[in-house]
């Protein structure tokens, strides 16, 4: 049986050691076809780095005599292009960069990145090249790239430079608030765009292909003046499952790891559908899991034979946290609003921005969100995209952040959360949860109160439960009585300390309007009982140990909680 590849991104190290690999290789074919420097980004965790890596071993001149053994079963193996095996490939990574002591360290790091992928290049064709090191140390990056260029040129051979996490660094500036650092690296003379400038010259005689991937498309517009080369394949039908796994790959995936009973395969695709699922990079395209989170639920699985507590990897939360906090800098709280309500947003999506509209333009913002992956193509609608939140894993992480938002302006406790959730878990009891509402609530100025809608209400419950992650949520559920609020429902991994499951309905009156509260009150307990008795809710939730609860929130003080 395949070993499952969580966490590795060594092409030869996956091939070499029995590892599963999804084979992507047809993609050469079709970017061999394009133009010759690409650029393509992919949210974190989305299998660039083992593109690259499948890249390097495919074009790298040293590594003709060891083509079949790499790729013999694959379709690239089967049907090879006439560049195979023929470039010297120049890797550079700028994931690690040092961007948080200042201006000269990051230089000093960038430059340090640089000059140690050239000795690294220099050290595997030196023989072919007729040097093996680098002339002096401390080279700044564009001098390393015109002795690369130099010795390629002199020696006729072309170069590939591949480029992972272009961006890495630009996004820790904008995340830690130092603008001002980004500006001066990426413009007039500065390192970064000097360094990119003397790329570009080298394409004028033997760098031949370039292929770059980050997660943001905002230094690639700073960049332009410098670099105006690259082809951005982004969003190409072509390419939309380049990375990322699709429905067939992921049955084939489970052939490969022995998920033979039909029943468990349609149960597993069904809830990995769910948590995993759902990106889509082009309109006409269809979704495709993000295979980082695919492996960390099938390592798991096959290791105990059971789903894992968390279905989200912690290491996702982590990296994706911190890429969205690069959108949560921008403070667009509307635009967060709306998507964390109704889990949708309309917009015109746009391919290339810089950091100065990130501020004012509202367009840039949520095309900002679909590269980093918290939002996904929906569909096409009669004034732009429609841009949807992609799955489970990706609600949460957005619940997680309102969080700590929640945390740092009303001083809520995530202990007292859970013990107000154990509470309506166990014991049917949701007037503890209730209560930490009304002291959110009693925090709000007169002036967020004459913004408070049903809407708000609505935010602030599904984030603590959200954050609690015993349940599993759905909201807005559409059944044959209309639009559930609220609906939460066993996870199977926490069946055995769930007893209760909940349908909510949630109800906001002004305080200028209260004397409507007994007649708001009489339609919310008709539609809660209604949704109750829907064919839905019986099919997913049952009718044995169901709780319903009709909260009602009048004006900033009083909350009236129904039970029926």
Partial sequence: ??????????????????????????????????????????????????????????????????????????YIGKKPTEERNSFLVWKISFAGVDAGHGEEELRKSFNFKVASAA??????????????????????????VAHISMLSKINNKQVFVLIDEYD??????????????????????????????????????????????????????DLTSGFNITRNYTLDENLNAMMGFTRKELSW?????????????????????????????????????????????????????????????????????????????????????????????????????NIHTMYSVSENFKSLLFYLGMLTI??????????????????????????????LEYNIQIKDVRDAITEMRAYGKIEPLVDIIGKILEYLSNRDLMKMDEKHIKMIFLTLLGIDGTYFIQSEVENSKGYADIMLKRKIQFKDI???????????????????????????????????????????????DLKKALVIVVGKKDIYTVKV
């Fill in 119 to 144: 000795r690294e290049f220099l050290y595997k064709y030196g023989d072919i090249l007729g040097e093996n090191k680098l002339p002096m140390e401390n080279m700044s990056a564009e001098m390393v």
């Fill in 253 to 353: 995936i489970m052939d490969e790891v022995n998920i033979k009973d039909i029943e468990l395969r349609e149960k597993i695709c069904t809830d990995m559908t769910t948590y995993y699922d759902g990106y889509k990079f082009n309109e006409n395209s269809k979704s495709v899991f993000n295979p980082d989170m695919s492996m960390y639920f099938l390592d798991n699985y096959l290791m105990y034979n059971r789903y894992p507590k968390e279905m989200i990897d912690n290491n996702v939360k982590t990296d994706y946290g911190k890429v969205n906090q690069l959108a949560y800098n921008f403070n667009n709280k509307g635009a967060l609003e709306e998507i964390m309500t109704k889990g949708e947003t309309s917009t015109m999506l746009v391919d290339r921005f």
């Fill in 498 to 544: 769930t007893k209760f499951q909940w349908i909510i309905e949630l109800k906001y009156i002004k305080e200028s309007e209260r004397n409507t509260l007994e007649k708001v009150k009489e339609e919310g307990l008709k539609q809660l009982q209604g949704y109750a008795e829907s064919k839905m809710v019986k099919e997913e939730l049952g009718l044995e």
């Fill in 1 to 74: 049986m395949k070993r499952i590849p969580y966490g590795i991104s060594n092409f030869e190290v996956l091939r070499k050691k029995n590892y599963l690999y999804v084979d992507k290789t047809s993609y050469i074919e079709i970017l061999d076809r394009y133009a010759p420097y690409n650029f393509f980004i992919r949210p974190r965790r989305f299998g660039k780095s083992l593109f690259i890596s499948m890249l390097e071993n495919y074009y790298d001149i040293n590594k003709k005599d060891r083509f079949e053994e790499l790729f013999d079963d694959l």
């Fill in 168 to 221: 890495n660094f630009a996004n820790e500036l904008i995340t830690g608030g130092s603008q001002s650092t980004y500006e001066s690296i990426l413009h007039g003379e500065g390192f970064v765009k000097v360094f990119y400038k003397a790329l570009k010259d080298a394409t004028m005689d033997n760098f031949n292909r370039i292929f770059m991937t980050g997660v943001s498309p905002i230094m690639l517009d």
């Fill in 378 to 407: 929906k569909e096409q609608g009669l004034s732009g995209t429609i841009l949807k939140v992609p799955n489970y894993v990706i609600k949460t992480i957005y619940w997680e952040q309102y969080f700590q938002r929640m945390n």
